[in-house]
């Protein structure tokens, strides 16, 4: 019975051993085909459309100009323009927003005329009215063609007289037109307050009437840069 248990432990071991092989060399020749395998195959770069990478840089360099020309437009642009006469001093600004007039100011001072001497006062003759400050700022605007404008409305003229501090309003007109490179303005401004004929022989005119009302006249052109 010890030798037949033995003989067959030696045929399990045997059967075992014999399955290892198999599977080693079952092993060894899977291996070597699946070597051969990937050395037959042949690696393929990937291929490349140019027209397409071209198309596509092309459109992000556009996306990148229309949205540095948005915001350009959206910045506001401010150009101003001075000017100075015996008559009067006069300061305007200008707002350009997307290429158009959004807002102007325009403040024109005049010097104090001169006190009245003790002699006059004596002759009971007050001082000269004084147009202190005129202001033109809240104005309708209408855009034209060619980058051009008009602004209507209001001015107001700030007066100092021996009756007090005094507010009275004239009509303005601003035409004119503007240029992006350079930035220019070019305008004409046209103030008047009570005259049905325009004055010919100046641009620039206040006086009190005999009731106490005020006349007033304007007209200048000016460059904003």
Not at 50 to 66: C, F, G, M, V, Y
Not at 193 to 218: I, Q, S
């Amino acid at each position: 019975d010890l030798r037949a248990r033995t003989k067959l432990s030696s045929a399990e071991r045997f059967s075992l051993i014999r399955d290892l092989l198999y599977a080693a060399v079952l092993g060894v020749i899977l291996l070597s085909f699946g070597f051969l395998f990937v050395r037959s195959r042949k690696v393929t770069p990937p291929r490349i459309n140019l027209d397409r990478l071209a198309a596509q840089i092309e459109e992000e360099e556009a996306a990148k100009e229309s949205a540095r020309l948005a915001e350009a437009a959206s910045q506001a642009t401010l150009l101003n323009a001075r000017l100075k006469t015996p008559q009067y001093s006069m300061d305007a600004d200008f707002t350009l927003k997307g290429g158009k007039l959004e807002s102007l100011l325009l403040t024109l001072t005049t010097p104090q005329p001169p006190e009245p001497s003790d002699v006059q006062l004596a002759e009971g003759k007050f001082a000269q009215a004084w147009l202190e400050k005129l202001v033109v700022d809240q104005m309708h605007l209408t855009h034209k063609p060619k980058a051009e404008f008009l602004a209507s409305g209001n001015a107001k003229l700030f007066i100092k007289s021996h009756k007090g501090p005094e507010r009275v309003v004239a009509k303005a007109v601003i035409t004119g037109g503007y240029t992006a490179e350079p930035a220019v303005l070019t305008a004409k401004v046209l103030i008047n307050r009570g005259f049905k004929e325009l004055p010919k022989n100046t641009t620039f005119l206040f006086e009190t009437l005999p009731n106490g009302d005020y006349r007033f006249f304007c007209s200048l052109s000016l460059n904003a840069r």
